[in-house]
Nanobody, 119 residues
Framework: QVQLVESGGGLVQSGGSLRLSCAAS????????MGWYRQAPGKQRELVAA???????NYEDSVKGRFTISRDNAKNTVYLQMNRLKAEDTAVYYC?????????????WGQGTQVTVSS
């Protein structure tokens, strides 16, 4: 069994910063792509940023230049540094990891962490 545990969400004023963390644990052989998604009320879940094991990244257009995704492969952990936050960044943020176990590959999701940006 694999678990993803997120932390770091909260309430911040517009223009402020937050850092999200997501740690994977369990029967992990390797982790390929890790990513952060978000879902605002009444909207579909969308990809915010993703990073491969080798460090290649991609970002949703609205967060380019403000958010930075990184990972520590030794700790099976992915981070999202969010700067210059805006009210429209308010959402529940979820991490996702493509995990290889000894049996199969599977996508796992975290439980979500709320980010609220006050204007």
């Amino acid at each position: 069994q694999v678990q993803l545990v997120e932390s770091g969400g909260g309430l911040v004023q517009s223009g402020g910063s937050l850092r999200l963390s997501c740690a994977a644990s369990g029967s992990i052989f390797s982790i390929d792509t890790m990513g952060w998604y978000r879902q605002a009320p009444g909207k579909q879940r969308e990809l915010v940023a993703a990073i491969t094991w080798g460090g290649s990244t991609n970002y949703e257009d609205s967060v380019k230049g403000r958010f930075t995704i990184s990972r520590d492969n030794a700790k099976n952990t992915v981070y999202l540094q969010m700067n210059r936050l805006k009210a429209e960044d308010t959402a529940v943020y979820y991490c996702k990891a493509r995990v290889s176990t000894l049996v199969a590959d599977h996508d796992y999701w975290g439980q979500g962490t709320q980010v609220t940006v006050s204007s």
